[in-house]
């Protein structure tokens, strides 16, 4: 019981700087920028607005085996229909 007090401390602080750490919003990045997240990490969730987010993924690999690609594209601070890469769709939801 003394050490989970004695750790309680620790994790109060690294609480805030977890809660800091802020999803990527397409409307406050450029249309190359956020086309060059998708391709270098491959796969990240992306802010659109005030609690609206989606997965857009670099390529079908990205995506498991009962979903398919679909383009993408996301207002972007310079761009209101910037290409961006791809979201996972279900195969057999959108009858492919």
Not at 33 to 62: E, H
Not at 76 to 90: A, E, L, M
């Amino acid at each position: 019981m003394r050490v989970l007090l004695l750790c309680l401390p620790l994790v109060m602080a690294a609480a805030p700087a977890a809660l800091a750490q802020a999803m990527p919003n397409s409307l406050q990045m450029t249309c190359t920028q956020v086309a060059d997240l998708v391709k270098r990490q491959g796969a990240v969730v992306i802010g659109t607005g005030p609690n609206l987010f989606d997965r857009y993924v670099a390529n079908q690999g990205y995506c498991d085996n009962q979903s398919v690609t679909t383009p993408a594209w996301l207002a972007t601070s310079d761009n209101p229909q910037c290409f961006i890469g791809y979201r996972c769709r279900n195969r057999y939801l959108h009858g492919r």
